[in-house]
């Protein structure tokens, strides 16, 4: 028989999540994913915009919300303000990731939250930390380009930002970071603090090794496409089937498996090959002939080949081909997520394992309301409070949600 199951690294915590958008819900997602009970506090009436949103934004709702509840509440009326300061009697953390003084306006800066709760940990996502920039309103991609992180993706003439939300997801993984040990400090000291994080410095810390190339060197480095090269062969090449694949080889060891593997003998034994600063030399030559080699060649063999000689390798895949990948499906790293309108996609877990711990979907992302009925019942809260906040407009459910799902956890 199985023994008791393990209770996760942050069953106990109450976090109240005063997110939106990719930055404040990462924050979330991470604490949720290791246990927490994280519920989202929505903007009354229509909840989080990512819930409408479509194109480029349509998968931010779904993903960065698994394992919460929702509570929708109207903070810009008395009633509701009166909700949260109850819940925040009892919370362990609150999340927030408004523009600048926004949740002060609203009456929840942390000077007031602190008299309500002084063990609570109080986690500001914003663009910038305190400086000449903090009253600025910023975003993702403004900040890739002032933080240097457009410009070395490149090519230099053509800055581009990165390929996913990189500084919104990187700040908020900062944020869980910085609630993690702000909890550990509590247990010391029983006293809670304010927690920042933000867009600008996150994209400055990525930034950092190219700054230390400038720092030693005196030269700044070009972007990533113009780079210079350290190893003759790191490179994309075209398949004869249409595709690409990249292969590198940063070792001598690296060089002899793969030409032993591929057969290709002849260019083990060629003289100007037989260190990678000859094969930088002659780097044209050996590009070429590779080149030509590869196209007689289909993808999947260069792929099986490449895994044999044991050198680093890879297909350039696009992001819808890794719902089928071999080991994210097999070696469960995917969760079969529910997504609105009765559609399901298995989404990537937190990259992170921590003993034991299974790290699973225990909550689909929850329809307006989901679960924080049942919440606010457990924060003292009775029935008939809640069906006055709902009927006074205060607190806002999706009117089909499931009385099932209203009243469980």
Not at 339 to 359: C, F, S, T, Y
Request: some cysteine; glycine content about 10%; aromatic content about 8%.
């Amino acid at each position: 028989m199985d023994g008791p199951k393990q209770k996760p690294p942050l069953d106990g915590i109450t976090v109240l999540e005063l997110g939106h958008t990719v930055m404040g819900p990462t924050t979330g997602l991470i604490l949720a994913d290791l246990g927490a009970d994280v519920v989202k506090i929505e903007k009354a009436p229509q909840g989080d915009e990512t819930r409408r949103m479509k194109g480029f934004g349509a998968g931010f709702f779904p993903y960065f919300n698994r394992n919460k509840r929702s509570i929708c509440l109207d903070l810009k009326d008395r009633c509701g303000r009166e909700v949260l300061d109850r819940l925040l009697v009892n919370a362990d953390v609150l999340v927030e990731n408004f523009g600048p003084d926004t949740i002060k306006r609203l009456g929840f800066g942390y000077e007031r939250i602190r008299r309500i709760n002084p063990r609570l940990v109080f986690c500001s996502l914003k663009g910038f930390m305190p400086g000449p920039y903090e009253t600025r309103l910023s975003l993702d991609e403004p900040v890739q380009m002032m933080g240097g992180l457009a410009y070395m993706t490149g090519p230099k003439e053509n800055p581009l930002r990165a390929g996913a939300s990189v500084t919104d997801i990187l700040a908020g993984t900062f944020g869980a970071v910085g609630i993690l040990a702000a909890l550990r400090e509590r247990d010391r000291t029983g006293r809670g603090q304010q927690v920042r994080a933000t867009l600008f410095e996150a994209v400055a810390f990525m930034m950092a090794q190219h700054m230390a190339v400038t720092a030693v060197t005196g030269e700044e480095p070009p972007p990533m496409p113009e780079r210079g090269r350290i190893w003759a062969i790191y490179d994309l090449f075209p398949t004869g089937d249409g595709k690409q694949v990249f292969l590198g080889m940063t070792s001598e060891a690296h060089w002899k498996r793969f030409c032993e593997v591929f057969g290709f003998q002849d260019l083990l034994e060629d003289s100007d090959f037989t260190t990678d600063a000859k094969r930088l030399e002659n780097r044209d030559r050996l590009a070429d002939a590779l080149t030509a080699r590869f196209k007689e060649m289909d993808e999947k063999k260069i792929l099986y080949l490449a895994e044999r000689a044991v050198i680093p390798f890879a297909p350039v895949s696009r992001p819808a081909e890794l719902f089928d990948d071999p080991h994210l499906t097999r070696a469960g790293w995917l969760l079969d997520t529910a997504l609105p309108g009765g559609k399901r996609a298995r989404l990537p877990k937190i990259p992170l394992a921590m003993g034991e711990h299974p790290q699973g979907l225990y909550r689909h992302p929850p329809r307006l309301g989901e679960g924080g009925r049942d919440f606010l019942m457990k924060a003292g809260f009775s029935s008939q409070e809640v069906e006055r906040l709902v009927k006074t407009g205060v607190l806002i459910e999706d009117p089909g949600l499931p009385r099932s799902c209203i009243k469980s956890a």
